[in-house]
């Protein structure tokens, strides 16, 4: 259901991909397992929130927690709760 990938850095080679926006967020998946991390985004400037992410065609969201990138499943989120950025 959500799968850590790898924490490396990306090689030269690799193809590099730039987010306009970030969102910090908490998800809970439906067997009770929490992650709090951040989403980075690119979608249009009128679907801003994290929720226009979660409601593209992909079938799993990429989190970048504080240890790990973790790959989730869609139909495993219960909940996705956006968190207020610290001041």
């Known amino acids: 259901v959500a799968i850590p990938g790898e924490t490396e850095p990306p090689s030269a080679e690799a193809e590099l991909v730039l987010y306009d926006r970030q969102h910090r967020v908490e998800v809970l998946l439906v067997q009770g397992t929490r992650f709090e991390g951040l989403l980075f985004d690119s979608s249009p400037g009128s679907h ?25 499943a869609k139909s495993q989120i219960a909940t996705v709760t956006e968190l207020v950025e610290p001041t």
């Open 48 to 72: 801003p929130r994290a929720i226009d992410h979660l409601n593209s065609a992909t079938q799993f969201l990429r989190l970048w927690t504080a240890k790990e990138c973790v790959l989730i």
